[in-house]
């Protein structure tokens, strides 16, 4: 979608460090990205900077933008481009509310869109990522079967979480579709995100191994993991697979209400083979009812789709023929529910900016219609 559009969108990678400004068209970045200090804990000087910023980007483009698009961290009421609350510690000088979209809106008259990383990640992924390889994958696989909704979870500083249907995202009534606020399984008076986070994998390592280095990362954890550093190898493991056995728990929730593929984002998935195995345990462990009786927690069938196998096991299905009572006709039945859940082909990052750029386009084609 919008591969080959010539429209240009300007975008921005708004880190409480720095912000990357850069601008897409045809679903790929046409200008080297321009990168200045956000200055987040002064409003007039952060301000100035965004202002700057976009100016660099337009005096380097052969064309008029038709809008501005970014992700910006929260709480916010992004659909009116504001953005402000008291827990906001990457943007300590946005905590009183900022309306950055009206005023980046009258100062260089063009749309502003601004949405939650994760939101947008999702609509990367939905229109430009994972959802139309794996559609296209059926289809090459003779699979009758079709996608259309996709949670895109981003494992990182944060735990977040968006989805889309149909090419559209959602965003409630109150821009706070959440996913870090869940219970964590281990902890029910704690949130997720406190297990799911770069944080936990950091906390669990040192709970697990008794060593107190604030110096080590998930990288140097990982690389703990794999031997190729010193330091506790079934801790580090532990870390990992305990982060995916709460996130499994907080994924088996989303997707029993929101029925779609998952695709999973962020530099901690370098870890997959550590987090997926006790991911899956989790969506795929039975519960039961008061009576005794047992079922799956997840109604869906869940698949790894990075697993070839279990790929065209997936693609294939229960599908059967099935004859139309009372006639020789016969149609295609396939029973079976199912869902799949996959890493990011693309990265987050990428998502996230194809995700700006898209959003922008399919607001201002909604205006015309």
């Known amino acids: 979608m919008y591969r080959d559009d010539n429209r240009t969108v300007i975008t921005l990678d708004a880190g409480g460090t720095n912000f990357v400004f850069g601008a897409m068209r045809a679903n790929k970045f046409i200008i080297e990205p321009i990168t200045k200090p956000s200055n987040a804990q002064d409003l007039d000087l952060c301000m100035q ?14 064309c008029k933008p038709v809008a501005i698009s970014f992700a910006f961290p929260g709480p916010a009421d992004y659909a009116n481009g504001i953005v402000g609350g008291f827990y906001m510690p990457n943007f300590p000088s946005f905590r009183d509310g900022v309306a950055l979209g009206p005023f980046l809106e009258e100062k260089f008259g063009i749309p502003v869109y601004i ?8 609509y990367g992924e939905a229109l430009a990522g994972a959802l139309p390889s ?4 059926l289809e090459a696989m003779g699979s009758a079967k079709r996608y259309k909704t996709l949670l895109g979870y981003t494992f990182g500083t944060g735990f977040g979480m968006g989805f889309v249907t149909d090419g559209e995202l959602h965003t409630g009534d109150n821009s706070c579709i959440e996913t870090f606020c869940l219970r964590h399984k281990h902890m029910p008076d704690v949130m997720v995100e406190d297990g799911v986070a770069v944080r936990a994998v950091k906390r669990v390592y040192k709970e697990a191994s008794g060593i107190d280095d604030p110096t080590l990362e998930p990288k140097d954890i990982y690389d703990i993991a794999e031997g190729k550093r010193e330091g506790d190898q079934e801790a580090a493991r ?8 709460v996130a499994g728990d907080a994924m088996a929730t989303a997707v029993t209400l929101i029925d779609g593929l998952i695709v999973i984002g962020g530099g901690i998935t370098a870890a997959a083979k550590y987090i997926m195995p006790s991911l899956f345990k989790e969506m795929r462990a039975q519960m039961r009812s ?4 047992e079922f799956d927690r997840v109604q869906m069938r869940v698949y790894n789709l990075d697993d070839e196998k279990e790929f065209a096991d997936f693609a294939r299905g229960a599908s059967r023929d099935l004859k139309v009572y009372g006639t020789d006709k016969v149609v295609t039945y396939d029973p079976q529910k199912r869902i799949g859940v996959m890493i990011s082909k693309i990265g987050a990052s990428t998502a996230i900016s194809l995700g700006a750029y898209a959003y922008a386009l399919n607001e201002i084609d909604k205006l015309k219609a």
Do not use: H, R, W
């Not at 949405?115 to 999702?122: K, P, Q, V």
């Not at 794996?134 to 994958?137: S, T």
């Not at 008061?290 to 009786?293: E, H, R, V």
């Open 49 to 62: 900077t965004l202002v700057a910023g976009f100016e660099e980007v337009i005096a380097k483009l052969d």
């Open 134 to 137: 794996v559609n296209e994958k």
């Open 115 to 122: 949405n939650n990383d994760a939101d947008l990640y999702a």
């Open 238 to 245: 532990k870390a990992f697979a305990t982060m995916g056995e």
């Open 290 to 293: 008061i009576s005794g009786d």
